[in-house]
């Protein structure tokens, strides 16, 4: 059998994308954690281009990588000291293991189909979905984003005493 | 490819998160644990999409709306470690533990 460039390219990424999720996971200092989160983010926008999602991808090296992993190294400056304390013991992973023999189960009664439907999205047809099907929860998510940012600034401000 | 190797991966993901978000010491860790149970969700929403069992355009638009709700998320998040810091002067969450500081 001779591997495809997207099988070659697919272990590539997901090579990545489990160092760099073990690492954010795991490293004590935060700041490697986060760098490690943004190599992690970026193979995933590369998951995401083998999935036919190109428009997805690009919201997301756009949204989290300029946006979220920007905003929590700000947070990092502002915070003045962080300690940079490891992980809890072995006891603390268990749970973690019980979702895994959940999904376990799962897998071993799960019917897929293997059939990839190859349906090009563009900008253009996603948001007509979004203003047509999907109006009113658009909609709601303006509003969650307002009330989730004035929330952020009344938390986050320095009262005057 | 088989769908079976994108959802093993968003397995693999959000184990990864779980194990952060309950053996994390500081308030960013878990926050970042967080953020990568949501995408992989939204690894397995853009599979299951692909594969057959929602349309393609429905799961995108799902996806577009995690990731919309992860920012808000991430903003409320981080608004109130720097408000813990500021009250307790420290950031290990297991010395934090009482309330009305």
């Known amino acids: ?161 | 490819m088989s769908s079976y190797y994108y959802l093993i991966l968003g397995v693999v993901i959000f184990i990864l998160g779980i194990y952060g978000i309950i053996a994390r010491r500081t308030l960013i860790g878990v926050l970042i644990s967080a953020e990568l149970i949501l995408n992989a969700a939204n690894l397995n929403l853009l599979t299951l999409g692909r594969f057959g069992f929602i349309s393609v355009r429905q799961s995108q638009v799902i996806v577009l709306f995690i990731i919309a709700l992860a920012a808000c998320e991430t903003a409320v998040g981080l608004a109130l470690a720097l408000a813990i810091y500021r009250i307790f002067k420290k950031s290990d969450l297991t010395q934090i533990s009482e309330l009305k500081g």
């Open chain 1, 1 to 161: 059998m001779v591997l495809g460039f997207n099988v070659l390219f697919f272990y590539f990424l997901a090579f990545f994308l489990l160092v760099g999720g073990a690492l954010a996971v795991t490293l004590k200092s935060i700041f490697q954690s986060l760098l490690s989160f943004a190599v992690f983010l970026l193979s995933l926008a590369g998951i995401f281009l083998l999935l036919q999602a190109e428009v997805i991808g690009l919201i997301q090296i756009l949204v989290y990588v300029g946006g979220i992993v920007a905003l929590i190294i700000f947070t990092l400056m502002l915070i003045p000291r962080v300690e940079e304390g490891g992980n809890r013991g072995w006891l603390y992973s268990l749970p973690a293991l019980a979702f895994l023999i959940l999904f376990l189960s799962i897998f071993k009664s799960a019917k897929l189909t293997p059939i990839f439907r190859s349906e090009t999205v563009s900008f253009f047809t996603l948001s007509r979905v979004l203003l047509s099907d999907f109006m009113f929860p658009l909609e709601l998510i303006g509003v969650i984003i307002v009330a989730s940012f004035i929330t952020a600034y009344a938390i986050s401000r320095r009262e005057k005493s």
